[in-house]
């Protein structure tokens, strides 16, 4: 009797906590569509469509930035790397923990309302780590994608699961770590797996049903177009998975989306061809799929050069013409711009030092120059950036973004044979050390053996004219960097590192503002909402996520 009792006042309890969470207006398309109307709110993964990272809060500025504190702590309760990204509709705040936890919390305190545990199959396999990077909203529903290659759908309200459909075979290592994005009424994800030799692609779900709408394939088939660039059966297992949120025009209708390197990955001669649509942006029509255009980065990729970095779009005057652009910093070492109506290459330099290449040709194809075996390759594996997200301001005309500079990596190619479910690598690889057995961070020097000077594992902090492919400031870190940007109208830019620092920026000329230890690694980028008048600051550094506003 006892225990019914304790029962009916636990149910109790977690009913008035759950009515307690505040009601808010649905998230329409419309909304999403509009976001940058209303800034207060952070509604989608990169924030807005357009993926510019960039807010129109402006009540944080270079004279009171100084004056931030801390209103707020979320303690991760699994240990591991936090990539998750914030989305904020109407002071509540939705965030995911590893491997597939989704949180509502109140955005003013951190106080959680519901939590979704989702438990992935055991024999999941991702690369690398048990990493979530987000939801998605729309309407009465948060999407969360899956270590076991499923997508879920929630109510908002309560948390409760509505929907659960499977996305690809975990037994073959297929994934989702990514945000899904929604567009019109359907919710779109990519799937991880690369390393596994899955082969690639994009799908397109119903938000109301989970059923399948569209799904495009990143390698073609026997008779589509590009499937000659494979040789024989390698396009089967071939890769080019896609694990980070795309962007969307919705006046020309199509999705943008980046996509992964070729499997396996470090020997490109086991895999003869330009290997497409593997390292490439892809085009796809929002209603169909439909391929429309792509634009390949790094053709017969063998040092691992990903192409899944967010594609930020704008529009601006180019060349005396107002232009419908794409803003691309390569893992390639490459900053490109691309006409995102054609595809077309306009620009392309390199940013960090590459020694793969000697540069591009009129279209954008890079020159190849391997390097002989056991000499560096620049970028390293990790390439000159990664998967972090940049941002442009509209306010400065920049585009930010964190770099790895003289980072470089020594290749092993070696043949591979496909097994499902085991990696697919083609070889290995070692970083570039100052000298054996030396650690990969630190000052410049001399190796002694084969006399080449490096300077591993520093991060700056670029902020990229886009006209001209240069850098019109840097701001150095000691540390390489995995964080992301997020800029204002305030022209403050936001942004971490590797030794847990927070910092606030002058966009415009890379002024160090304000800065704070927050004690661990920040990787995802921060986000800025407002509630009540308030404009909030959120980032997550190791396994905490810690909440700013100004002093009262």
């Known amino acids: 009797m006892k225990s019914l009792k304790r029962l009916w006042l636990f149910t109790f309890a977690l009913a008035l906590w759950l009515t307690s969470m505040p009601v808010s207006a649905q998230v329409s398309f419309e909304r999403i569509l509009h976001a940058a109307d209303e800034p207060q709110n952070w509604l989608t993964y990169n924030g807005g469509y ?72 055991a024999n999941s396999l991702v690369c690398c780590g048990a990493n979530n990077r987000g939801v998605a909203v729309l309407n009465d529903k948060v999407f969360m994608g ?8 929630l109510d908002r309200i309560n948390g409760q699961p509505l929907w659960i459909t499977e996305v690809g075979d ?44 569209w799904k495009t394939y990143t390698i073609p088939a026997p008779g589509e177009p590009g499937h000659d660039s494979w040789e024989g059966d390698d396009w089967v297992h071939g890769g080019a998975s896609v694990w980070i949120t795309g962007s969307f025009d ?15 990955d470090w020997n490109a001669s086991q895999r003869p061809g330009d290997n497409l649509y ?13 391929l429309k255009w792509y634009f390949q980065f790094t053709p017969n990729d063998g040092y691992d050069y990903d192409s899944v970095q ?67 390759t620049y970028p390293g594996n990790q390439g000159g950036t ?60 001399t190796n002694p053996i084969n006399n080449w000077t490096n300077e591993v594992g520093h991060a700056s902090l670029k902020a990229m004219d886009p006209q001209t492919g240069e850098a019109v400031w840097e701001y150095d870190q000691f540390d390489v960097s995995d964080s992301g940007m997020l800029t204002t109208a305030a022209d403050l830019l936001f942004t971490g590192g590797r030794e847990g620092y927070f910092h606030a920026i002058d966009a415009r000329n890379g002024e160090l503002l304000w800065h704070v230890n927050l004690g661990g690694q920040i990787v995802m980028a921060p986000v800025t909402y407002m509630v009540d008048g308030v404009q909030y600051l959120s980032v997550i ?12």
């Open 50 to 121: 357009s993926s510019q990272r960039y807010s129109r809060l402006a009540q944080i500025t270079a004279e009171n930035v100084g004056t931030l504190e801390l209103q707020w702590v979320l303690q991760n309760q699994v240990f591991g790397a936090w990539q998750s990204n914030p989305i904020v509709v109407d002071g509540i705040m939705y965030v995911t923990e590893r491997p597939n936890t989704v949180m509502a919390l109140d955005a003013i305190t951190g106080r959680v309302f519901w939590k979704y545990r989702y438990t992935p199959a």
């Open 146 to 153: 899956t270590l076991d290659a499923r997508l879920v759908a």
């Open 170 to 213: 975990v037994d073959l290592a297929y994934s989702v770590t990514m945000a899904p994005l929604v567009l019109k009424d359907k919710v779109i994800v990519g799937v991880g797996g690369g390393e596994y030799g899955i082969r690639g692609y994009v799908v397109a779900y119903a938000a109301e049903t989970g059923e399948e709408v």
């Open 250 to 264: 919705p006046e020309l209708n199509l999705t943008y989306w980046g996509v992964g390197n070729p499997g396996p």
């Open 278 to 290: 593997s390292d490439s942006v892809i085009a796809l029509d929002a209603d169909t799929g439909e």
């Open 310 to 376: 967010v594609p930020v779009l704008a529009d601006m005057v180019w060349n005396g013409t107002p232009s419908k652009v794409m803003m691309w910093a390569n893992r390639n070492g490459y900053f490109y711009v691309l006409d995102r109506v054609t595809g077309k290459f306009l620009l392309g330099k390199p940013y960090v030092k590459v020694n793969w290449s000697s540069g591009l040709d009129q279209n954008g194809r890079p020159i190849p120059t391997p390097q002989p075996e056991g000499m560096p």
């Open 386 to 445: 990664n998967w972090y997200p940049p941002s442009y301001s509209p306010r400065t005309g920049l585009f930010y973004f964190s770099a790895w500079e003289d980072y470089a990596t020594i290749y092993r190619p070696e043949e591979s044979e496909y097994e499902p479910g085991r990696a697919f690598l083609g070889g290995g690889f070692s970083v570039l050390a100052p000298a054996p057995g030396a650690p990969t961070i630190g000052i410049g020097r």
């Open 541 to 552: 550094s190791g396994n905490s996520l810690s909440t700013f506003a100004l002093r009262n």
